[in-house]
């Protein structure tokens, strides 16, 4: 193993102090690669999610009245603090999430991004002043933020999903409440330690850990002083959220399932593509929105592309990510493997050849963890429960196609619409199928799209809104109309 482990035991944030939930109720965090516990965090009540609100709302007029040069400053701080924490947050990451230390290092550097990607942003937050129809007046448009803002992070990507919601708010001028997945409460809380300790003032970011996301929800829901949500994670719960936001018309971002189709056409650069193809489908053990799900090989590189990619499969090492040289970690919990399994296993009793994989992994230092072999199944079909839902685990099932029509066909044939990729090396094909791919995010000749100065988000059922990029900011503004009568030619 490379690094010491320590256990950690967490806080609330609320208005600037760390404090235990009232009552005293807390609860357990588990590593995924061996069923230890590694910490514990506050079980917080509904008391403890208004005490969060009432600071965020009192912190506001301060806050969104400071000038945006100040709010990119301490940005930029946060951004510095989180960099050269980047070891003791992906310890912590690897060790309640699983993903391999490099990964996490890796995703803490990503989430830094976002904070400094959106302290440029801050600065850049122009209104306009319109040419008038009627010539005695002025038409002004302002750009303020929209006020009290909730971030709801998932377990996945726990510190950049946090920074890619609380950079915007922030630069925008709101303040904010996280409440992480209760699997990952511990990064959120090292992320939020860094931010506070670059000197953003009590309030402005508030965290809320409870192991009742329902009850979270229905509080910061129902306060009519939170104006907008944010939420990462399943479409059947953003479905409910938005149920949830009718009520009070609230604004709500969305970043739901993918379900992402990965085409090869058989002019591609087959070893790149295999390449890609594992950055893509095997990052965080499969565990991501973004993740490739489907893959469609053009019949003539077909049997190629299914041999190299089993090859190089069979050397991804699994295991505890504190090892070196682990590229796959384990799976969150033990319904995730289930639900891996249940995908491979269908599909084979349906007739798919199971190139490698396929099993639960419990040997040796394994046990007691949620390990599944990577795996490559040849010959997938549209009847297949892995052809039609997202498995959200190191499994890459494969299916042939013949024309370029028919791959596109394919491809859109999903209510989900967040990430597609395809690999050609014919230009005019990449414009044609970029355009064609009804999908958020297209990568052409890449696994890996994402960035903190590119728009992510999905069409469909993968959600609505835009994170990062230049537009990211406007999730957290609303535009105001000043009419100015009686000014004269
Ligand atoms: C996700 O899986 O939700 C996001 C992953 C990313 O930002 O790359």
């Not at 059922?461 to 000014?487: L, P, W």
């Amino acid at each position: 193993m490379a690094t010491t482990v320590t256990r950690r035991d967490e806080r609330l944030l609320i208005g600037g102090e760390w404090v235990d939930a009232t009552g005293g109720g807390r609860f357990d965090v588990t590593n995924p690669a061996t069923g230890e516990i590694v910490g514990s965090t506050p079980d917080a009540t509904a008391d403890d999610v208004r005490a969060a609100i009432d600071a965020a709302s009192d912190a506001l007029e301060g806050w969104r009245g400071a000038t945006a040069l100040s709010r990119a400053r301490l940005l930029r701080r946060s951004a510095d603090l989180i960099r050269e924490r980047a070891g003791e947050i992906g310890l912590i990451m690897t060790l309640e999430q699983g993903k391999p230390l490099p990964e996490a290092k890796g995703e803490v550097e990503y989430a830094a991004s976002f904070m400094e990607w959106f302290a440029g942003e801050a600065e850049r937050t122009y209104g306009q002043i319109v040419p008038p129809m009627n010539p005695a007046n002025r038409v002004l448009v302002m750009r303020q933020a929209v006020g009290v803002a909730a971030a709801i992070t998932p377990w996945n990507f726990p510190a950049a999903m946090m920074t890619r919601k609380l950079g915007p708010a922030m630069a925008a001028g709101c303040t904010s409440i996280v409440k992480p997945a209760s699997a990952t409460p511990l990064t959120a809380a090292a992320i939020l330690r860094a931010i506070e300790d670059a000197g953003v003032p009590k309030g402005v970011v508030n965290l809320i850990t409870s192991r009742s996301a329902g009850m979270v929800s229905r509080e910061l829901f129902g306060d009519r002083r939170v104006r907008k949500i944010s939420f990462t994670g399943s479409t059947e719960v953003g479905k409910e959220l938005i149920r949830l936001s009718a009520d009070q018309v609230k604004k709500l971002s969305l970043e739901l399932g993918g379900h992402a189709p990965f085409v090869i056409f058989d002019d591609a650069d087959i070893d790149d593509a295999v390449d890609q193809l594992i950055a893509s489908k095997f990052r965080n053990a499969g565990q991501t929105c973004v993740c490739a799900n489907r893959v469609y090989v053009q019949r003539g590189v077909y049997q190629q592309i299914v041999e190299r990619l089993g090859q190089k499969v069979a050397r991804l090492v699994v295991g505890n990510g504190l090892r070196d040289g682990v590229a796959i970690g384990p799976l969150i919990d033990d319904r995730a493997v289930d639900k891996a399994d249940e995908h491979v296993q269908d599909a084979i009793a349906r007739g798919a050849r199971l190139v490698i994989g396929g099993e639960r992994l419990t040997a040796g230092d394994l046990k007691g963890g949620n390990f599944y072999a990577p795996t490559v199944l040849d010959g997938v079909t549209d009847e297949m429960l892995i052809y039609r839902e997202e498995t959200f685990g190191p499994v890459a099932g494969l299916t042939p196609f013949d024309t370029e029509e028919q791959a596109i066909a394919y491809a859109n044939d999903t209510v989900y619409g967040l990430a597609a990729y395809f690999h050609t090396r014919d230009y005019a094909r990449l414009l044609r199928v970029a355009e064609r791919l009804d999908y958020g995010i297209i990568g052409a000749n890449t696994g890996i799209i994402s960035a903190a100065n590119a728009p992510f988000g999905g069409v469909k059922e993968s959600g609505y809104g835009r994170e990062g990029g230049a537009v990211g900011i406007d999730e957290y503004m609303t535009v105001k109309y000043v009419c100015v009568g009686g000014v004269g030619q």
